[in-house]
């Protein structure tokens, strides 16, 4: 058990909650979750999602009391009026819509989406890079990569092996410092991924299949527990490995420049311009500290252990 849930033995996690209790909360007055370095508050009124959002959500701490939210996010059903109206649903954070309403089948993505955009465009005093991150031997893993390439399918093989995660989606640095805050949360397998980790690793809690989605089907795996309970222990960045997942290919694992990881790292941040000369330095640190390297794989368990001998080099 994680030092912060040795400080905290009687918070509540939202999987405390019974299903009756869960729902009269998240429906009406709204539930506050910690995801992260962020309070959120969530409030959702569509019924269909209720039961996977509980089952995706039960490591994390539920919220009590008068505070400050980082943000109120709201789903609602939000019906079109036309002949033949198509259920949709409304995703809004402090009452201001940032999209068009999506249909309804897709609303645990509609949700999850929604989450990373407010985390994307609102919380700037971070340096925010595109990335998946894990922890072993108290260093940290970076993956930047673009969609596409294996990115998440590799995060999830990692994070139920010996790998703790900090985040499939976001690289939360403090700006001047190396060190990588975690923000573990549900990790979306897009298409043939979804059964290749449900192959990998069969005790993975995998949300329903959500088909027709702007990225194909989508399925979300729970983040492990103990990584959610590890959420207030930050990491310094000590590897980044940029994967390429390619069918077929032979295993390679190979070094990469500092001037190419810096500027292969610097693309893959959300907000690298609006730090100027303090999100430059950031970068610079990051990839001096660092060991960089390119990763093409096609088998997990080969990638999983290239990676594992990396970070036990390390040790010596």
Known sequence: MSSRALADPDRRLVGDLSERDFRSRIEGPGLGVRLGPFDVHLTVRVPTILEPLRTLYAWYSTLEGDRVY????????????????????????????????????????VLEW??????????????????AVLERNGRALLLP???GQGKSTLCAALAHRSWRLLSDEFGIVRPGTRMVLPIPRPMPLKNE?????RSFAPEAVLGPEISNTRKGTVAHVRPPRESVERAGEPAPAR???????????RQELDEVLPSEAFMRLATN??????HGERG???VRDLVAGSRC?????????????ALDRLSDEDLG
């Open 293 to 305: 390297f390119r990763l093409v794989y096609s088998d997990l368990d080969a990638a999983i252990a």
């Open 145 to 147: 990569a673009a969609p």
């Open 114 to 131: 929604g989450i990373n955009l407010v985390i994307a465009l609102r919380f700037h005093c971070y340096l925010l890079l595109h990335t």
């Open 269 to 274: 941040a959300f907000n690298y311009e609006m």
């Open 239 to 249: 590897w980044l490995v940029f994967p390429r997942w390619q069918a077929g290919a």
């Open 193 to 197: 991924s979804i059964a290749v980790i």
């Open 280 to 282: 430059f330095a950031t």
């Open 70 to 109: 980082g943000c109120h996010a709201t789903l609602n059903e939000a019906r079109n009026l036309r002949r033949r109206p198509i259920r949709r649903v409304r995703f809004t954070v402090d009452g201001v819509t940032p999209h068009e309403d999506l249909p309804r089948a897709q609303a645990l993505s």
